[in-house]
């Protein structure tokens, strides 16, 4: 079956880290572009950060320097290492195949997507 697992949500203290984890299956995880999409309670969704097949990244403004987005091609995992949290992290943190009709940048990816994971709740309290 093809599909994205979210895992690794959860609640953290501001300036705490988590680990959110993308479990891969019925496709190979490097064979595509993949982004980590967050939606805040009354906001639309927001594009954190991006992987392209060959493995160049890309993270929005607001994750820049504490947003690492990873791969274990073992694992056919794909991870998002959140450190440095805050208040505005809060929220349902998804991952989603992109389905491209041109070329994309890992700095901004294409953002249309054809495969979401069912997402896992971030709480960042202080």
């Known amino acids: 079956e093809v599909q994205l697992v979210d895992s690794g949500g959860g609640m953290v203290q501001t300036g705490g880290s988590l680990r959110l984890a993308c479990a891969v299956s019925g496709f190979t995880a490097n064979s595509a572009d993949i982004s980590w999409i967050r939606q805040a309670p009354g906001k639309g969704p927001e594009w954190v950060s991006g992987?392209?097949?060959?493995?160049?990244?890309g993270d929005a403004d607001s994750g820049k320097g504490r947003f690492t987005i990873s791969g274990d091609a073992a694992k056919n995992t794909l991870f998002l290492q959140m450190n440095r949290q805050n208040d505005e992290d809060s929220g349902r943190y998804f991952c989603?195949?992109?389905?491209?009709?041109?070329?994309?940048?890992?700095?901004?990816?294409?953002?249309?997507?054809?495969?979401w994971g069912q997402g896992t709740q971030v709480t960042v309290s202080s």
């Open positions: 989603a195949r992109e389905q491209c009709e041109g070329p994309s940048t890992p700095e901004t990816m294409c953002r249309e997507y054809d495969l």
């Open positions: 992987i392209k097949r060959g493995g160049a990244t």
